[in-house]
């Protein structure tokens, strides 16, 4: 049982697009400052989502884990992807969207 106020469903939905809000300011971010703080704002969601999923929902907890960027090794994960720009950057940023989207159709799935 969850102490949450929130339904998982639509919190877990919620963070994938602050997540993804996070990756399109990376994107277009001036400075290399501005990129590191928005991807470490974005990665924050992380280990709240794993929190959440292995109390509440096995399922897409075991799906979640098996993705770069969200799995235990999560915080290593992005500081590499806020060093790179250019290409490299854009590379990152498309593999974590379709992670995302990855996600969202297993949560979408479950949540009928």
């Known amino acids: 049982m969850s102490d949450s106020r929130t339904n998982l469903y639509d919190w877990l939905l919620d963070g994938l697009d602050y997540i993804e809000e996070k990756l399109d300011e990376a994107k277009s971010a001036q400075t290399s400052e ?3 703080a928005a991807l470490s704002e974005g990665s924050c969601m ?13 399922e897409i907890y075991t799906n979640y884990i098996l993705l770069p960027g969200f799995n235990d090794e999560w915080n290593g994960y992005w500081r590499e992807v ?8 854009q590379d990152d940023i498309a593999a974590l969207r379709e992670r995302i989207e990855l996600l969202r159709g297993t949560v979408s799935r479950i949540k009928g």
């Open 82 to 89: 806020a060093k790179k720009d250019g290409k490299e950057l």
């Open 46 to 58: 992380v280990p709240c989502m794993q929190k959440r999923l292995r109390t509440e929902n096995e």
């Open 34 to 36: 501005e990129r590191v």
